[in-house]
C-alpha cells in the first residue's frame, strides 16, 4: 500500500469554479500535512500546512484534515487558469526528522 | 522561507562520469535534503544531510552512488557518480524549517548521454 495516495487526474474545472483535491495517507501516527504546487519544469512551492483536524483558510485555498479517516483535502475557490499544475500532498512521517513523503501529485486544468 | 539556489540549473553528461550539485541557502538550516524526481513522476527522497554528521540515506540508495557534503549549515553538495542514462532526472535540495516544512531549491536538471 503506497504511504500517500492521489488521483493523478487530471481533474479539469471551469475559470471561477471549485477545484476539490483529495489525499488518503497510511501511517496513522503521521503529524504533519502539506500542499505544494508545482508548475511544469519548476520546483514545487508550498502552499498550505496543516496540522489539527478541521479546516485552515489561506486566500482562496483552504486545508481540510481528518486524522480518524487518514485524509486530507485542499479546496481551491474560484479557480483561475494560473492555478493549472501539478499540487503534490506531502506528510511528515513523524520520525523527529522532518521527513516527507510525497504522493505522486494530481494535474489540475482549469479552463477559461 | 529561506532563499535557495542550486548549481548548476542543468547538464548533460556522458555515462559514466560523475556530477556534483551544489546547493546554497541565504540563512542557517539544520536540515537539508536531496531528492530526485524522475520525468512525470512525484519526489523520492535521496538522503537527509544534518551539518556535522554523515547523511542518512534512503532504502535504494547508496553513499558510493549519491555521495553528499553538508560542510556548514548553509551549503550541500550531492554527487551522481559513475552515471548511467537511468540517473537522468530533475535532482532537487530543500531545507527544513519551522514544524516539519520544507522549501525547495530551483533544481538540476540532469541528463546523461
Known amino acids: 500500500q503506497k504511504e500517500v495516495e492521489q488521483n493523478s487526474g487530471p481533474l479539469s474545472v471551469p475559470e471561477g469554479a471549485i477545484a476539490s483535491l483529495n489525499c488518503t495517507y497510511s501511517?496513522?501516527?503521521?503529524?504533519?500535512f502539506f500542499w505544494y504546487r508545482q508548475y511544469s519544469g519548476k520546483s514545487p512551492e508550498l502552499i498550505m500546512s496543516i496540522y489539527s483536524n478541521g479546516d485552515k483558510e489561506d486566500g482562496r485555498f483552504t486545508a481540510q484534515l481528518n486524522k480518524a479517516s487518514q485524509y486530507v483535502s485542499l479546496l481551491i475557490r474560484d479557480s483561475q487558469p494560473s492555478d493549472s499544475a501539478t499540487y503534490l500532498c506531502?506528510?511528515?512521517?513523524?520520525?523527529?526528522?522532518?521527513?516527507?513523503?510525497f504522493g505522486t501529485g494530481t494535474r489540475l486544468l482549469v479552463s477559461p | 522561507s529561506a532563499v535557495i539556489s542550486q548549481k548548476p540549473s542543468r547538464d548533460i553528461c556522458q555515462r559514466g562520469t560523475s556530477l556534483t550539485i551544489q546547493c546554497q541557502v541565504d540563512s542557517q538550516v539544520t536540515m537539508m535534503f536531496w531528492y530526485r524526481q524522475q520525468p512525470g513522476q512525484s519526489l523520492t527522497l535521496i538522503a537527509t544531510a544534518n551539518q556535522g554528521s554523515e547523511a542518512t540515506y534512503e532504502s535504494g540508495f547508496v553513499i558510493d552512488k549519491f555521495p553528499i557534503s553538508r560542510p556548514n549549515l548553509t551549503f550541500s553538495t550531492l554527487t551522481v557518480s559513475n552515471m548511467s542514462p537511468e540517473d537522468s532526472s530533475i535532482y532537487l535540495c530543500?531545507?527544513?524549517?519551522?514544524?516539519?516544512?520544507?522549501?525547495f531549491g530551483p533544481g538540476t536538471r540532469l541528463t546523461v548521454l
Open positions: 530543500s531545507v527544513g524549517q519551522g514544524r516539519d516544512e520544507q522549501f
Open positions: 501511517d496513522r501516527v503521521s503529524q504533519s
Open positions: 506531502a506528510v511528515s512521517l513523524n520520525t523527529g526528522f522532518q521527513k516527507l513523503v
